[in-house]
Structures are given as structure tokens and as C-alpha cells.
């Protein structure tokens, strides 16, 4: 390989990783693993403008993390494939790793108290089949509606108070919410030790446990 070869090859990695470094695009990535979105959702959702969104996803279409589909006049986005999903996840996990700031704002989500280590996929798939676990998705009504795991009760960070002496004793509390970004199931997890709960978010959240075929549940709203 010739220095320009690899020097374009850089090039076009340095592409993928520039898409990744806004943290507009990152939520964009979060949203986008709940399922298909059109730009006006995604703005929605995000807190973006219309015309700032449509630019950000162009941005990732062009590094290959999204495509995008016509739906009459409307533009349907969806992650490339599950591949966006696992970078997406190794990046919190680098960051959760080597970078200070991260565990200080995970601290603070938690009390000022070291969080504990996640609840695996497949063990929380093995306690879901022996009946030792609570699960609890801590996303909006939509998202839950859409897709959730089997047998999770929806609760909002709010509710979680008045929810505590409805749930069992004797069962491990496991909450989730959209994935490797989403804070919603750390802030789960601190409010129910709080209230002395024994309690550990998932590692990932839906997409990530759909993405390795596992079942998943959906409400017709």
C-alpha cells in the first residue's frame, strides 16, 4: 500500500469517527436505535431544529452509519446495520474506562456513589426465564409501546416511588432504557437503592437486546 493509499484510507476512517464527534449526532444515533424516524420525530425527540437535524443526518449518512428511505415527500431514516450499534456501545464503554469526567458524572447520577456493574444481557435473559428478576423500562410511553422485553413494566423516573412497595422482595430489579447513552435507567437504579432496593441497569437496552435476536414485546396503541 502506497503513503497516499493510506493516507485516503485514514482519511475515510477519520470520516466515521468526525460523524461521531457531536453530541447531536450521538442522540440522533440513540433515537434512530429505537426504530426507523422521520427528520420531524427525530427533531422532536432531540430537541433540534428541523433544518439542523436534516443537516446532522446527512453528516452520518455519509460516514454509512444511517440510510435513509422515501416515504412520499418524507425521508424515513434508519441505522446502516447492527454494526452502528455495537460502535455505539463500544464508545461509552471506552469512555466509561478512560475517561475521568465520565465516571464523575456517573457518580453524580448515582449519589456520589460508584454505580453498580451492569446486569449482562444474557444473565438478565436467565433470570427472565427463571422468574428472579423485575424489569423495568424507563423510557417514554411511545418507545415502550414499540418494542420493550418481555414481561418489563413501563415507569416513568417520576412514579418510581409510589412503584417501590408494589415490587417484589425477593426479585433482583433490573431498568433499561434506550441504550449505551441513555441515563434515564442510571437515574432508575439510584433512585431505587435509595429507597433500599437492590437494583442494576442493563447493559444496552432494546436495540441492543433485539439486535442479537432476542424476543421483544410491542402494545398496540
Known amino acids: ?16 469517527a468526525r460523524a461521531l464527534a457531536s453530541p447531536a449526532r450521538l442522540s440522533l444515533l440513540e433515537q434512530l436505535a429505537q426504530g426507523d424516524r422521520g427528520v420531524e420525530t427525530l427533531a422532536a425527540k432531540t430537541g433540534l431544529t428541523v433544518a439542523n437535524c436534516s443537516q446532522h443526518l446527512q453528516q452520518l449518512r455519509r460516514a454509512g452509519l444511517v440510510t435513509g428511505r422515501r416515504d412520499g415527500k418524507a425521508v424515513i431514516y434508519r441505522l446502516t446495520d447492527t ?23 456517573l457518580r453524580g447520577l448515582s449519589g456520589g456513589e460508584s454505580p453498580p456493574e451492569p446486569i449482562g444481557r444474557d444473565e438478565l435473559a436467565a433470570r427472565l426465564a427463571e422468574g428472579s428478576v ?6 417514554p410511553a411511545d ?24 415490587l417484589r422482595a425477593d426479585a433482583a430489579i433490573v431498568a ?7 441515563i434515564y435507567a442510571d437515574e432508575a ?6 429507597l433500599g432496593l437492590t437494583a442494576r441497569r442493563l447493559a444496552g437496552g432494546v436495540p441492543e437486546w433485539r439486535a442479537e435476536g432476542r424476543p421483544v414485546q410491542s402494545l398496540v396503541l
Open 1 to 16: 500500500m502506497s503513503s497516499n493509499q493510506k493516507a485516503a484510507l485514514l482519511e475515510e476512517f477519520a470520516l466515521v
Open 83 to 105: 454494526r452502528t450499534l455495537q460502535l455505539m456501545e463500544l464508545l461509552r464503554m471506552v469512555a466509561e474506562r478512560n475517561v475521568a469526567q465520565v465516571e464523575l458524572i
Open 134 to 139: 423485575t424489569v423495568l423500562d424507563v423510557r
Open 143 to 166: 418507545e415502550f409501546a414499540a418494542a420493550h422485553i418481555p414481561g418489563a413494566i413501563n415507569a416513568r423516573l417520576a412514579d418510581l416511588e409510589a412503584l417501590a412497595p408494589t
Open 176 to 182: 433499561y432504557c434506550r441504550g449505551p447513552y441513555c
Open 189 to 194: 437504579v439510584a433512585a431505587l437503592r435509595s
